[in-house]
T-cell receptor, first 113, second 110 residues
C-alpha cells in the first residue's frame, strides 16, 4: 500500500529565503505526482504535476522534481514571500495508474516579513 | 480551466439528519473523489468513482454512501449524520494528467 510522507510538518522562514519541501513515497511505481497548496479553510489549488516520465516541472518561482528510484519529490520555492504562507501537500497516484490520489500530511509554511 | 463546484460552503445539520453534499464538474472527467480533512489526520478518502454508476470505497466509507447518476455530478450522502462527521469535505475531479478540487464544504453536525 502506497504511503506518502512529508517532512517537516511545519516550517518558518524569513522572507526572501529559498526553501525546499520534501515528499517521499514508498511505492516507486507511481504514475504521477501532484503538488497542491491549501490556504486556511479553503480547498486545494494545484501547483505542479510531474508525470512519471518527467524529472521536474517549473512554474514561476516553483520547481518540483521527481526521483522515482529513491521515492522522493521536492518542491523548491525561490525567493519566498509572505503570500507563500500556506500548507503544501503532495499526492501520488496509486500504483498501477488507478487514478487514486494518496496524500501526505502536508507541510505548513510560514514566511515572515 | 476545470471548475469543480461544491454546492455549499458551510452547512450546519442536526444529529440523525440525512445530509447530501453535492459536487459538480464541467470537464467530462470520469474520475471523481470525496475526501474529508481533519486537523492532524490529513486528507482521507471516503469514496471514489471511475464512471457513471460506478463507485468504490475509500479508506473511511463507514457512515457514508455516494451516488453518481450523471458523469458531472458526484454526491456524498451521510445517511444519519453524527457529531463525529463534523469535518471539511473536499471533492476532486480529474484524470491521470491532474486533479482539481472544489472549495470545500465545512459541515458541522450538532
Amino acid at each position: 500500500k502506497q504511503e506518502v510522507t512529508q517532512i517537516p510538518a511545519a516550517l518558518s522562514v524569513p522572507e526572501g529565503e529559498n526553501l525546499v519541501l520534501n515528499c517521499s513515497f514508498t511505492d516507486s511505481a507511481i504514475y504521477n505526482l501532484q503538488w497542491f497548496r491549501q490556504d486556511p479553510g479553503k480547498g486545494l489549488t494545484s501547483l505542479l504535476l510531474i508525470q512519471s516520465s518527467q524529472r521536474e516541472q517549473t512554474s514561476g518561482r516553483l520547481n518540483a522534481s521527481l526521483d522515482k528510484s529513491s521515492g522522493r519529490s521536492t518542491l523548491y520555492i525561490a525567493a519566498s514571500q509572505p503570500g507563500d504562507s500556506a500548507t503544501y501537500l503532495c499526492a501520488s497516484y496509486g500504483s498501477g495508474n488507478t487514478g487514486k490520489l494518496i496524500f501526505g500530511q502536508g507541510t505548513t509554511l510560514q514566511v515572515k516579513p | 480551466d476545470v471548475k469543480v463546484t461544491q454546492s455549499s460552503r458551510y452547512l450546519v445539520k442536526r444529529t440523525g439528519e440525512k445530509v447530501f453534499l453535492e459536487c459538480v464538474q464541467d470537464m467530462d472527467h470520469e474520475n471523481m473523489f470525496w475526501y474529508r480533512q481533519d486537523p492532524g489526520l490529513g486528507l482521507r478518502l471516503i469514496y471514489f468513482s471511475y464512471d457513471v454508476k460506478m463507485k468504490e470505497k475509500g479508506d473511511i466509507p463507514e457512515g457514508y454512501s455516494v451516488s453518481r447518476e450523471k458523469k458531472e455530478r458526484f454526491s456524498l450522502i451521510l445517511e444519519s449524520a453524527s457529531t463525529n462527521q463534523t469535518s471539511m469535505y473536499l471533492c476532486a475531479s480529474g484524470h491521470s494528467l491532474g486533479y482539481t478540487f472544489g472549495s470545500g464544504t465545512r459541515l458541522t453536525v450538532v
